[in-house]
């Protein structure tokens, strides 16, 4: 059983940072290309950022360039994403996901076989 647990989530203020966690057990999670999604209130799920198996290569949605960064770290079973200049239009429940694959940057949701739960991010104006 994959299990993934997102933490780090929080209320701040804008131009503020958090650092989001998602720990995973339960396969190699070296072998995992990992990604973050995020949903606002009435919206669509989102795409954020992935990272492939080693960490080498990210994509990262055009509104978040520059101010997010996703990383990994394969000893822990970890992914990251830091979020720096933190805006009220980041405000969304945030969903870290994994697939297995060696190879290569996935961006739909579709393409992910295990999800976490969510955490919860507030940014206030």
């Known amino acids: 059983q994959v299990q993934l647990v997102e933490s780090g989530g929080g209320l701040v203020q804008a131009g503020g940072s958090l650092r989001l966690s998602c720990s995973t057990s339960?396969?190699?999670?070296?072998?995992?290309?990992m990604a973050w999604f995020r949903r606002a209130p009435g919206k669509e799920r989102e795409f954020v950022a992935a990272i492939n198996w080693s960490g080498i290569s990210a994509y990262y949605v055009d509104s978040v360039k520059a101010r997010f960064t996703i990383s990994r770290d394969n000893a822990k079973n970890t992914a990251y994403l830091q979020m720096n200049s933190l805006k009220p239009e980041d405000t969304a429940v945030y969903y870290c996901?994994?697939?297995?694959?060696?190879?290569?940057?996935?961006?739909?949701?579709?393409?992910?076989?295990?999800w976490g739960q969510g955490t919860q991010v507030t940014v206030s104006a």
């Open positions: 339960g396969r190699t999670f070296g072998n995992s290309a």
């Open positions: 996901a994994a697939k297995s694959a060696l190879f290569g940057l996935y961006t739909t949701a579709r393409e992910y076989d295990y």
